[in-house]
Nanobody
Framework: VQLVESGGGLVQAGGSLRLSCAASGIFSINAMGWYRQAPGKQRELVATLTNGGSTTYRFSVKGRFTISRDNAENTVYLQMNSLRPEDTAVYYC???????????????WGQGTQVTVSS
């Protein structure tokens, strides 16, 4: 199973970025989403999207970030608008699913992509 993220970078406060994450080599996916980790802090949930279309957002990103998914391509996106310096972190994509038919569900992670918001 491989998750490949893209779209991170440096942006000024108030700007926008769009992160993408493509999953491959996985049999089935139940949910995909994004976490982030800032230096010296724990990894925290940003947004998730289930197969049924249910979304969960971290309170501080509600109304600014939007998660979406292309099920056919096993790709999840995170549109980030009105970025703030406190959004600076490494953003990690994850997928919850089965690697092979009959395997137990597990979480799979991308390598992370850096998002830096300057003030």
């Amino acid at each position: 199973v491989q998750l490949v993220e893209s779209g991170g970078g440096l942006v000024q406060a108030g700007g926008s970025l769009r992160l993408s994450c493509a999953a491959s080599g996985i049999f089935s996916i139940n949910a995909m989403g994004w976490y982030r980790q800032a230096p010296g802090k724990q990894r925290e949930l940003v947004a998730t999207l289930t197969n049924g279309g249910s979304t969960t957002y971290r309170f501080s990103v509600k109304g600014r970030f939007t998660i979406s998914r292309d099920n056919a391509e096993n790709t999840v996106y995170l549109q980030m608008n009105s970025l703030r310096p406190e959004d600076t972190a490494v953003y990690y994509c994850y997928a919850e699913g089965q690697a092979r038919w009959g395997y137990p569900r597990d979480d799979y992670w991308g390598q992370g992509t850096q998002v830096t918001v300057s003030s």
